[in-house]
C-alpha cells in the first residue's frame, strides 16, 4: 500500500471525506487523488499526518512500519538507533561543511523529514541483509 491509499483507507475508516480533508489543509479539489505513483510530497506529508493524528513514518512508509519492526530483535533495534544518531549528528555537525540540497542550508524540519526516512531505510536494510547474509544453519 502506498501513502495515498493509506490516507484514502483512513479517511475512509474515520468517515473523513477527502474533500474536507483537501480544503481543511488548504489543498485543491481532488489534490489526494491525483498524486502520481503514491507519493505524497513531504512538506504536504507533514501536515497530512498532524491532521490525521498519525506518525509521519507510518504514513510514509504507507503503513509497513509495524511489519518491518516485527522482523527485528531489541539489538536490531538498538543498532539502528545508534547508526541513525552518528549519522544525523555527522549531518548536523557541518564537519564536512553545512547539509545542503541544491545549494540551500537544510532546515530543521527538513532535516527531521530525512531522518524519518532515513530510519525506514535503515530498517529495511537491515531486514535484508538479515535474509542475505544468515547461514541457513541460523535461520528458523
Not at 507519493?39 to 509521519?56: F, H, M, Q
Not at 545542503?100 to 531505510?121: H, K, M, V
Request: hydrophobic share 30%.
Amino acid at each position: 500500500m502506498n501513502s495515498v491509499e493509506l490516507v484514502k483507507k483512513i479517511c475512509k475508516e474515520r468517515k473523513i471525506p477527502l474533500s474536507r480533508l483537501e480544503r481543511d489543509l488548504g489543498y485543491g479539489n481532488g489534490y489526494i487523488g491525483q498524486l502520481r505513483k503514491g507519493t505524497i510530497p513531504s512538506d504536504r506529508a507533514v501536515d497530512i499526518a498532524n491532521y490525521l493524528g498519525i506518525e509521519l513514518q507510518y504514513l510514509l512508509s504507507g503503513g509497513t512500519i509495524s511489519n518491518i519492526e516485527e522482523g527485528l530483535t531489541q539489538k536490531d533495534q538498538k543498532d539502528i538507533t545508534k547508526d541513525l544518531e552518528s549519522i544525523m549528528k555527522k549531518l548536523m555537525s557541518g564537519e564536512d561543511g553545512p547539509a545542503s540540497y541544491n545549494g540551500e542550508e537544510l532546515d530543521p524540519e527538513a532535516a527531521e523529514l530525512f531522518r524519518d526516512e532515513l530510519e525506514i531505510a535503515l530498517k529495511r536494510l537491515k531486514i535484508i541483509n538479515k535474509e542475505k547474509y544468515t547461514t541457513k544453519k541460523y535461520k528458523k
